[in-house]
């Protein structure tokens, strides 16, 4: 079993800056790669990022690549994600996942933070 917990939401004017933490437990951190996804209501859930269990390795959807990173520290059992530039589309529920065979399914979920981004 894999406890997750967001923190870092809250209300943003456009152009500003959030960094969102997930504080993992229940496993071995470094064992598991990690994702951020964002759902907005009614439509689907999207990837946003993803960093395999060292950090050395990360992925970026389009629509956030150059303004997003994430990262982890092991030492913490913390997986961050530094949101920049942002934009009010950026405006949803933003969920850390824990896939625990690095197959690009995730089996453990947090259960969300709020970002709002005002124009």
């Known amino acids: 079993q894999v406890q997750l917990v967001e923190s870092g939401g809250g209300l943003v004017q456009a152009g500003g800056s959030l960094r969102l933490s997930c504080a993992a437990s229940?496993?071995?951190?470094?064992?598991?790669?990690m994702g951020w996804f964002r759902q907005v209501p009614g439509k689907e859930r999207e990837s946003v990022a993803a960093?395999?269990?060292?950090?050395?390795?990360?992925y970026y959807a389009d629509s956030v690549k150059g303004r997003f990173t994430i990262s982890r520290d092991n030492a913490k059992n913390t997986v961050y994600l530094q949101m920049d530039s942002l934009k009010p589309e950026d405006t949803a529920v933003y969920y850390c996942?824990?896939?625990?065979?690095?197959?690009?399914?995730?089996?453990?979920w947090g259960q969300g933070t709020q970002v709002t981004v005002s124009s």
């Open positions: 996942a824990a896939d625990l065979k690095a197959s690009g399914s995730y089996h453990y």
């Open positions: 229940g496993r071995t951190f470094s064992s598991y790669a």
């Open positions: 960093i395999n269990r060292s950090g050395s390795s990360t």
